[in-house]
């Protein structure tokens, strides 16, 4: 019996090894599955995702264009789960629709961000001298100016508005992803299969694209997730000083401005969106820092 | 130390020229007639032109920019559109509000931020870290506009305890440096954990506690000195954060300092007042920056100057 047992699992042995090949797949998910926070806060982004596609569909009431004038500043009720602002429109319909602007407003500024600094990180890392020194000078001097106040200094040029508040948090993105990638490649591109790679004549876009990129992108994606967070906040916040989505626009840091003429009567009007931007913003931010546990080669020898 | 000052401050030359001439260029990129703005809506072409004449914007961009240049150097920034009264007089007014909620922001901040990262990375992984990260993750989730907000309700509105608006004494200052100074504490907190994670693996501290020292001492003299290093770093890229940040915190608590100053002046397209903004807060976190990096030094002294 015995040795028919043992057999059998030579014969099958091979088989269970092929299926558990590790890829950098298959790495990062049994790293990234060890951590439940991260995992709840990836879920809740993804429920977030899905409501602000949905937005227009499930909320009880227009945002924009439904007024109650019986219930100006009501608190939270059955019908009103979030009460009713100042102009008698309901907040938690205002609050699902403001999900789109801010989840739109921070997914696209960083993707325009992080596509545009990648790029220039790449060129700047791989062919070093000129283009080097100007693209990170370029990068310093962006650097030069505290975020929002680039953001600020741009939408006084462009003028008020979403789209506007995107160019302007995407530009103030732009340094950081270009010094990480910069910083990524330069420690590539001495490797020996990059040297292989050059040696078998690849071009200087195959190597950038299909072999430094690869290796870039781990740390690309910790940053973008970690980076959402921030860029809402920015969006939110020059939202807040009248620079961003005007009224009657439901967007967050508009409503939490709105809000603050009725604080003392009415202070429902301005936790709820404040509340809004927190558990976005710390979904996003615990989802990079397991997205960092799980990719970060240094966290391993902890 | 004084030639590594001097090589450092003329490395900072092309920086500062860039960004002077980027805000230079801002009132050129501006939508509109920038003499048109200066003269108001209701003049007539005339005055326009004689308006042009007298910012010098008749005259070629080089020679403009070297006038911007010299007013600069003269501590002239022309006068704002709003109050006709000089750029310079506006922000001199405004300076010293920002710059002691600045201050006192960066101070609590420190402090709380590295007795949380500290105490987070002594007790790692148990309830002290838990509290400690959970506290510093919310820290940097929670907008500070929002956050001013929320603490203005419970600590002025319903508790009464402190004022709500104004900068007359030092419990005007309590709420507003809380609130601006909450996202850096939680930036804080977890940079020192993770530096001083790392330091307390190191061989050197192992050797501490072998030779008997007790724990207390390991943690401040070998483990603080060392871990403070790269902090030392992160606090100033975080000043320029605090700058940033006091433009939406003054506005929350109706602050008279130079964050109101500018939100008010891209309202109302006072370019004069944005240029000179604009560039004192880059030319601050510039210095800033240098600070930081001589400070890093003094405490580092692997690091030679040369």
Not at chain 2, 40 to 48: F, K, L, M, Q, S
């Amino acid at each position: 019996m015995m040795g028919d047992e043992s057999a059998v699992t030579l014969g099958v042995a091979p088989l269970v090894a092929d299926e558990r090949v590790r890829t950098p797949w298959s790495e990062f998910w049994r790293k990234f599955k060890r951590q439940r926070v991260a995992l709840v806060a990836g879920a809740f982004v993804v429920l977030l995702v899905v409501v602000a596609i949905a937005a227009p569909w499930i909320t009880p009431f227009d945002a924009e264009n439904y007024f109650d004038y019986e219930k100006l500043n009501a608190r939270p009720s059955a019908t009103h789960w979030f009460g009713v602002d100042a102009l008698g429109r309901d907040i938690y319909s205002r609050i699902l629709m403001g999900a789109r602007i801010s989840l739109a407003a921070g997914f696209l500024s960083v993707a325009v961000g992080a596509f545009i600094g990648t790029i220039l990180g790449l060129i700047a890392g791989y062919k070093e001298g000129w283009w080097d020194r100007i693209i990170m000078r370029i990068a310093d001097v962006l650097f030069a100016f505290p975020g929002i106040l680039l953001a600020i200094g741009i939408v006084a040029i462009l003028g008020g508005g979403m789209a506007n508040v995107v160019v302007a948090v995407a530009v103030f993105s732009i340094p950081t992803f270009a010094r990480l990638v910069r910083g990524n490649t330069l420690a590539l591109k001495h490797l020996t299969f990059i040297e292989a790679a050059r040696s078998l004549g690849a071009s200087d876009r195959t190597i950038i694209f299909r072999h430094i990129f690869p290796g870039t992108i781990a740390a690309v994606v910790v940053y973008f997730s970690l980076r959402i967070g921030t860029s809402i906040i920015t969006a939110a916040s020059l939202s807040f000083l009248g620079m961003g989505a005007q009224p009657p626009t439901p967007e967050w840091g508009a409503m939490l401005d709105a809000a603050r003429a009725d604080m003392l009567t009415a202070p429902h009007e301005a936790i709820f969106p404040a509340l809004a931007i927190f558990v976005t913003v710390l979904a996003f931010n615990l989802l990079g820092d397991g997205l960092r546990d799980a990719l970060d080669p240094k966290i391993e020898r902890q | 130390m004084t030639q590594y000052l001097a090589k450092r401050l003329l490395g900072l030359l092309p920086t500062l020229l860039l960004v002077g001439f980027l805000v230079f260029l801002f009132v050129h990129l501006l939508p509109g007639d920038p003499a048109r703005l200066a003269a108001g809506p209701d003049a007539n072409p005339e005055t326009v032109e004689l308006v042009r004449k007298d910012l010098g914007l008749d005259k070629s961009l080089p020679q403009q920019f070297v006038r911007f240049v010299g007013g600069v150097l003269r501590w002239d920034f022309g006068t704002s559109l709003r109050t006709k009264r000089s750029v310079a007089t506006e922000i001199a007014d405004r300076f010293m509000p920002t710059f002691w909620l600045t201050v006192w922001s960066m101070l609590w901040s420190v402090l709380i931020g590295m007795a949380l990262g500290i105490v987070s990375a002594v007790w790692r992984n148990k309830w002290p870290d838990r509290i400690g990260m959970t506290l510093a993750v919310s820290g940097i989730s929670f907008p500070a506009f929002a956050l001013g907000m929320v603490l203005m309700q419970f600590f002025s509105v319903q508790l009464g305890w402190l004022p709500t608006v104004g900068d007359d004494t030092w419990r005007h200052y309590a709420l507003p440096s809380l609130t601006l100074g909450a996202a850096v504490a939680a930036i804080m907190a977890r940079f020192t954990r993770s530096s001083f994670v790392e330091i307390l693996g190191e061989d050197f501290i192992r050797t501490a506690r072998a030779k008997g020292l007790d724990e207390r001492r390991v943690v401040i003299k070998h483990g603080l000195r060392n871990a403070l290093i790269p902090v030392v770093t992160m606090m100033g890229l975080q000043f320029g954060f605090l700058l940033g940040g006091s433009i939406v915190v003054e506005k929350v608590f109706n602050w008279p300092g130079l964050g109101r100053l500018l939100v008010d002046a891209v309202d109302m397209r006072d370019y004069p007042v944005i240029q000179a903004l604009v560039l004192l807060f880059s030319l601050e976190f510039i210095l800033i920056n240098l600070v930081v990096d001589v400070l890093y030094g003094l405490i580092n002294p692997a690091i030679r100057y040369r």
